[in-house]
Each structure stands twice: as C-alpha cells, then as structure tokens.
C-alpha cells in the first residue's frame, strides 16, 4: 500500500508508539484502513453503477431478486440486511423505473412477492457483468490465493462484529470499565 494514506497511518503509529508506547497501536492502524476502504469501496460502487443510474442498494436489490427469484419484502429485508424502510423505498424507485413489480404470492393471497420484470432482469444481468469486470479490473494485481486470504480475514472480522459479546447495544469496553 503506497500514497498519502498510509504516510497518514505511518504518522499515527508513530504518534502512537511516542504516546502510548505500552499500547499496540496494531488495532487503531487496522481501523484507520478499513475506514478508509469503506469509504473507497462506497466510492468505487458509485463509479460502476452511476452510468447505468442505480445506487449500490438498488443494484443490491436487483442483483438479489436476478440471483434468488421472487422474494418477499422480508427474505429481501434479510437477504440484503437494511432496515424494511430502506428495501420498500428501494423498491419503490425500481417499480416506478418498471424494473421490479410486487405480486400477490400465489400459495397467500394476503403475502406479497417482488419479482423482476424481463427488463428488471436484463438490467440486473447488465449490473451484474459491470460490477463483476469492475472488481476483477480493481482486482487484477491480487492473486488468487490472495484474494481467499482477505475473504478469510474480512468474514473473520465479520464474525467478530457478530458476536453476541459485541452487540450494538452494549457499550465498549472502554466506558464499561469506567
């Protein structure tokens, strides 16, 4: 990793290391990074898919509903883990743009499925390819076995965002200690 990024890590971990020599400053210099690639991954999304004008959720949606068929609104809202607001307003915008439609589900006339309409899958299979391309173009200096050993770190990152001990709705342990 080279640019004016990491000459800012560089900077932090040696103001860490002069502030707080007995701390490893490993985990700050890790979030800094994945901070940053967040902030670029939201970016690059934009990159490929503003031309075709789709936002990264809309995409997420069709991309879902071209992958797994008819969903209902609440194997989407899991599917895709955003709140049952941010899915129904998405979907909104695709069934006005006539990529999507809402269908009673046949086997509960009081359920609804949403279902891609033929241009709703073309459309899909269009962002699909874009993204695929963007990713491996982005990806092409990464090996293959690279490529799995980040898969591996970041669903182990995951995991440990998913744990029951670091739930959203307990505090750090910083202010816990306290």
């Given at each position: 990793?080279?640019?004016?990024?990491?000459?800012?890590?560089?900077?932090?971990?040696?103001?860490?290391?002069?502030?707080?020599?007995?701390?490893?400053?490993?985990?700050?210099?890790?979030?800094?990074?994945?901070?940053?690639?967040?902030?670029?991954?939201?970016?690059?999304?934009?990159?490929?898919?503003?031309?075709?004008?789709?936002?990264?959720?809309?995409?997420q949606v069709l991309a879902t509903?071209?992958?797994?068929?008819?969903?209902?609104?609440?194997?989407?809202?899991?599917?895709?883990?955003?709140?049952?607001?941010?899915?129904?307003?998405?979907?909104?915008?695709?069934e006005d743009a006539g990529l999507?439609?809402?269908?009673?589900?046949?086997?509960?006339?009081?359920?609804?499925?949403?279902?891609?309409?033929?241009?709703?899958?073309?459309?899909?299979?269009?962002?699909?390819?874009?993204?695929?391309?963007?990713?491996?173009?982005?990806?092409?200096?990464?090996?293959?076995?690279?490529?799995?050993?980040?898969?591996?770190?970041?669903?182990?990152?995951?995991?440990?965002?998913?744990?029951?001990?670091?739930?959203?709705?307990?505090?750090?342990?910083?202010?816990?200690?306290?």
């Amino acid at each position: 990793m080279e640019g004016r990024f990491e000459d800012v890590v560089r900077t932090t971990a040696r103001s860490w290391r002069r502030e707080f020599p007995e701390h490893d400053a490993s985990p700050i210099l890790l979030f800094m990074r994945l901070g940053y690639l967040s902030r670029r991954l939201q970016h690059f999304h934009d990159a490929v898919l503003r031309p075709y004008g789709r936002t990264l959720t809309e995409y997420q949606v069709l991309a879902t509903l071209r992958m797994n068929g008819a969903q209902s609104p609440t194997r989407l809202n899991g599917l895709l883990m955003v709140t049952r607001a941010g899915v129904t307003n998405t979907v909104d915008r695709l069934e006005d743009a006539g990529l999507v439609r809402r269908r009673a589900d046949g086997s509960d006339g009081r359920s609804i499925r949403i279902e891609l309409t033929a241009r709703g899958a073309r459309h899909a299979e269009t962002l699909l390819l874009a993204e695929r391309d963007a990713q491996d173009e982005l990806l092409s200096g990464v090996g293959r076995d690279e490529r799995r050993a980040l898969g591996r770190a970041v669903a182990t990152l995951i995991e440990a965002f998913d744990a029951p001990e670091a739930a959203s709705d307990r505090e750090p342990a910083m202010r816990r200690s306290r």
